[in-house]
């Protein structure tokens, strides 16, 4: 069965900083689909960012990015300029290639802090 | 274009009611998702339907949980006999199927319905 872990249960970066949130997971797939999802305090999640595991080039959309190194399982989210709305928590999701399936499978999450 | 939408966004029940959620997707979706999330956790898939097909569940929906999507448009879960372990966040989810790879199906996350079962 395939896991996701988000071993950074809190993080803090200044506000225009850098910050980069890890993820990893295991599956003996292939082919799968890696997600970034945004959920602010008491609101709905919102995809942040999305990567086919078959496209070699990282994701990247305005100031978020991703580092996926398939061979080592890990898909990291860096945000650029962070700002105050980017406090969140954060959580990565895999999702099977397989037509049969398709549920995600989530990470605990990342609480991200924007220090002003 | 209006997104997911859920209704209630809070119940608050007794030990041993039965509870009912409703669940709107984006209109032209097609797929529609039920998740649980439990404080400090993230969402734990429940359940899938394909228009009105429900075709996955999860081992964590257990007798006591029924979800239905008569017309292929809202979804409703109920769960019977609730028990103080039900406590939690339930989401919904749609996406649209487009068919042909590759498909990425990308899901879309209504606000939630927080249940506290007292």
């Known amino acids: 069965a395939q896991t996701v872990t988000q071993s950074q249960p809190e993080m803090s970066v200044q506000e225009a900083e850098t910050v980069t949130l890890s993820c990893t997971y295991d599956?003996?797939?292939?082919?799968?689909?890696l997600f970034w999802y945004k959920q602010p305090p008491s609101r709905q999640m919102i995809l942040v960012i999305r990567?086919?595991?078959?496209?070699?080039q990282n994701a990247t959309e305005n100031r978020f990015s991703v580092n996926f190194q398939k061979a080592a399982k890990s898909f990291s989210l860096k945000i650029s300029d962070s700002q105050l709305g980017d406090a969140a928590m954060y959580f990565c999701?895999?999702?099977?290639?397989?037509?049969?399936?398709?549920?995600?499978?989530f990470g605990t999450g990342t609480r991200l802090k924007v220090l002003a | 274009d209006t997104g997911v939408s859920q209704d209630p966004r809070h119940k608050i029940t007794k030990r041993g009611q039965n509870v009912t959620f409703r669940c709107d997707p984006i209109?032209?979706?097609?797929?529609l998702y039920w998740y649980r999330q439990t404080l400090g956790q993230g969402p734990e898939f429940l359940t899938y339907?394909?228009?009105?097909?429900?075709?996955?569940k999860s081992r964590l929906l257990s007798d006591r949980f029924s979800a239905e999507r008569p017309k292929g448009s809202f979804s409703t879960l109920e769960i019977q006999r609730t028990e103080q372990g039900d406590s939690a966040m339930y989401l919904c989810?749609?996406?649209?199927?487009?068919?042909?790879?590759?498909?990425?199906?990308?899901?879309?996350f209504g606000p939630g319905t927080r249940l506290t079962v007292l």
């Open positions: 339907f394909q228009n009105e097909a429900q075709l996955e």
């Open positions: 999701a895999y999702r099977s290639a397989d037509s049969g399936t398709y549920k995600y499978i």
């Open positions: 209109s032209e979706h097609n797929r």
């Open positions: 989810a749609s996406s649209l199927a487009a068919g042909g790879p590759p498909e990425t199906d990308t899901q879309y």
């Open positions: 599956t003996s797939e292939s082919d799968y689909y």
């Open positions: 990567q086919e595991a078959y496209k070699q």
